[in-house]
């Protein structure tokens, strides 16, 4: 049996040892790291259109971490700063992401700050990004014949505008683009939170 | 912070190449008793030299055995047919298959179902880049939900099951003495398939954790967790009535495997614990490990066991492949974090993953050069036998499919591919070129054990290997091809950032014929399992033989 245990323990000191360096220190590393001055904790809505964001699985196209010069030109597409971890701190699940099959969202509320843009983008990405492969969201949209006071619209080219009625987002298309007029991480980054810890 | 970090990495290092040192060593020193006869261990006394291939047909068996006398330039014994193997040991070999039959079935034929399910997702999110409005009107069916979908139903579903069901299988012929405790593991194959059901339905219904690869929410994610640990218990109880004085080396895979998996999950999975960028490490921590602790040595103690059986010839060198499994332990384990290199993480991290990839060369030359020495002067055998074809053509693909990963663990090239549609070339030429295609291979040469019955129709078998072969040939190249070009264009401030989506469009489009290939290839799988449980189709000698082949089908 003790050839067993050779493999059982030998086994578990490996994991262990992984486990030590790829998870354990880096958590003591990053536990003190504080959110920077200008970072502001989600609003309830942004928090609920984030998790529309996870539900919807737009990670799975989109990153939210911008890099630095050195490995791409993520600054000169207006992507913004090199991301650091203090960033993230309010983030959980994080959304890094690992594809960019659509461009990075991290200051995606300062490249396109427009709510009309958002919404008309969700609903038809082709009506303002034409070559886009993005799914649309029409189940994020209600079609009224004359919207309510108070419902917010959605204006769109005529040709993607359903006949006989005006679009109009739900809670969860706008809570969405709350959350991703959020996404805009242009403040400067200064002191302790600037560095990315080495 | 810099001198801490600094003496980190030495000692990470040091450590690895000290206990690589310290294997070699116990293992020269005889102290980890291996040797020529360790190799043996997994034949009857007088076996070697006798193939084994429950896959194939009867002539098909002859024409195995012929070949393989062949290659060693030996007068035919199929023709005098000199049953090699005793009476005593075959009935012995046909309790210890009798033995794994529930267990191996309730998994393996979950996988199956799974894997159907699964690619019939896959081919749906693939066709939805040529199609971007189709399937839209309900939540349900869109991209960012699919996608998730596939992968653990074919990840949790598919090659996590068949792995447990086909180790299952091999432990009662690997320790020679019939699998003991086999109903927890068929209990364990019920709540595994509950996990799997309940976590991809959450994920389809928008209930996820978020993570790439730990989708399914804590909350049911437990269950596979528990099931793991359920199909775990028959190799513990199994192993002490075991009548086999070495342990082969697919035994330390399969118990390693069995070991790791449900801590990794467990760490990963803890609710509430990981936060922001510690999380984005702890999740490509988990994700690599789920590879690289979980399938990968479950495919290689299959493919270690499937390849010398089927040739009746004993692996190239037993220390070698120690050496493989201590290594592939050491360093696999710590690869993950090149899949976020550039990320707001510490660089010291990236440095240590970036070590390791590259030391991943060592295992996989010892498994390449082990298990290719093994199969060299036989590829003859290859025509003639099922399994073979498809477990030779997976040990094939893993030694190319790790060196790839390790050029892409490099910066220089990480740059280009990172975030682009060749990690997801590499990935396919991972799980499926390497780990299912050892497992269509396995289940082919198990199932006809299993069900007491031959493979009804042999052309399926073939028909079913050429369509997943070219299917995966035209989604990796292609993939790969169009992922440098979306890196490329990407890495080019000149162009906009919309060029390099669309240089990639008619490479998505060949993806999804290499997938329909594939999925295709699955249906015709899956029917011919049916077919063989269900007794359907014809009988041609009635239970599957073993030992050695019998001329004129007597």
């Known amino acids: ?198 | 912070m810099t001198l801490t970090v600094a003496a980190l990495l030495a000692l990470t290092f040091l450590i690895s190449v000290l206990g690589l040192f310290v294997f070699i060593w116990a293992q020269s020193k005889g102290l980890l008793a291996a040797g020529p006869h360790a190799a043996e261990v997994i034949f009857a006394p007088n076996e070697v030299g006798t193939i084994e291939d429950p896959s194939g047909s009867d002539t098909s068996r002859l024409a195995l055995q012929s070949a393989r006398d062949a290659a060693l330039a030996l007068p035919t014994s199929a023709a005098g047919n000199p049953r090699k193997i005793g009476p005593a040991e075959l009935e012995e070999r046909r309790r210890a298959d009798l033995s794994s039959r529930a267990p191996a079935f309730a998994f393996i034929c979950s996988a199956v179902l799974w894997l159907v399910l699964g690619s019939v997702f896959g081919l749906v999110t693939s066709l939805k880049f040529q199609a971007p409005d189709w399937l839209t009107g309900s939540a349900l069916l869109t991209f960012g939900r699919l996608r998730p979908a596939h992968l653990n139903l074919v990840i949790y579903g598919w090659a996590s099951m068949a792995g447990i069901g086909v180790a299952l299988w091999m432990l009662p012929r690997l320790l020679k003495t019939a699998l003991v405790g086999g109903h927890f593991a068929v209990v364990g194959a019920s709540v595994w398939n509950l996990g799997v059901a309940c976590g991809v339905t959450a994920i389809v219904l928008g209930w996820s954790d978020g993570m790439e690869w730990l989708e399914i929410p804590w909350q049911i994610g437990g269950l596979l967790v528990v099931g793991g640990a359920l199909a775990a218990v028959p190799l513990l109880l199994t192993l002490r009535n075991r009548t086999v004085n070495h342990l082969y080396v697919s035994v330390w895979y399969l118990a390693a495997a069995l070991l790791w998996f449900p801590i990794l999950y467990v760490v990963a999975k803890a609710p509430y614990v990981h936060f922001g960028v510690e999380a984005a490490i702890m999740n490509w921590w988990f994700a690599h490990n789920v590879l690289g602790l979980w399938l990968t040595p479950l495919g290689l103690a299959a493919a270690y066991y499937f390849i010398a059986k089927v040739l009746g010839r004993p692996i190239y060198s037993y220390s070698l492949s120690l050496i493989g499994f201590w290594a592939l332990a050491m360093f696999y384990s710590q690869v993950g974090i090149h899949h976020i290199i550039g990320s707001p993480i510490p660089t010291w991290l990236v440095t240590v993953s970036v070590v390791q990839s590259v030391m991943m060369i060592v295992p996989v030359f010892a498994v390449a050069i082990n298990q290719h020495m093994t199969v060299l002067g036989h590829f003859a055998a290859l025509k003639h036998s099922p399994t073979l074809r498809f477990v030779v053509l997976g040990a094939m693909l893993y030694t190319l499919v790790s060196l790839q990963g390790t050029l892409e663990a490099l910066p220089y090239f990480n740059r280009v591919t990172h975030f682009t549609q060749y990690t997801i070339a590499h990935a396919h030429l991972g799980v499926y070129g390497f780990f299912s295609m050892v497992m269509f291979g396995s289940i082919y040469f198990l199932m006809p054990r299993v069900a007491e019955r031959e493979w009804p129709y042999p052309r399926l078998i073939a028909l079913h290997f050429w369509l997943v072969a070219i299917g995966l040939g035209v989604y990796f190249v292609s993939l790969t091809i169009g992922g440098l070009l979306q890196g490329l264009a990407m890495l080019d401030p000149a162009r906009p950032f919309l060029d390099s989506l669309t240089v990639t469009l008619p490479y998505l489009t060949a993806r999804s014929v290499g997938g329909t290939l594939m999925t295709l290839g699955h249906f015709i799988f899956a029917y011919h399992f049916l077919a063989l449980v269900l007794k359907r189709g014809p009988q041609r000698v009635g239970a599957a033989l073993i030992g050695a082949p019998q001329a004129s089908g007597a």
């Open chain 1, 1 to 198: 049996m003790h050839r067993m245990l050779t493999i059982v323990i030998g086994a578990l000191i490996m994991l262990a040892f992984a486990t030590l360096v790829l998870v354990v220190a880096p958590y003591r590393e990053l536990e003190p790291v504080a959110a920077p001055v200008g970072l502001n904790p989600y609003t309830l809505a942004e928090l609920r259109g984030r998790a529309t964001y996870v539900a919807m699985g737009c990670i799975y196209c989109h990153s939210q971490q911008p890099r630095a010069n050195s490995l791409g030109p993520d600054g000169l597409r207006g992507w913004g700063r090199a991301s650091v971890a203090g960033d993230y701190v309010y983030d959980y699940p994080h959304l890094l992401g690992t594809a960019r099959t659509g461009p990075d969202l991290f200051n995606i509320g300062a490249r396109q700050p427009s709510v009309d843009w958002h919404l008309a983008h969700l609903y038809q990405p082709r009506s303002v990004s034409p070559g886009s492969v993005m799914p649309s969201y029409p189940f994020l949209f209600k079609v009224e014949k004359v919207a309510q006071p108070g419902e917010k619209r959605v204006t769109l080219p005529p040709q993607y505008a359903p006949t006989g009625g005006e679009v109009v987002a739900t809670r969860d298309a706008v809570d969405l683009v709350a959350y991703l007029l959020a996404l805009n991480h242009t403040y400067p980054v200064t002191g302790d939170s600037q560095e990315t810890p080495r």
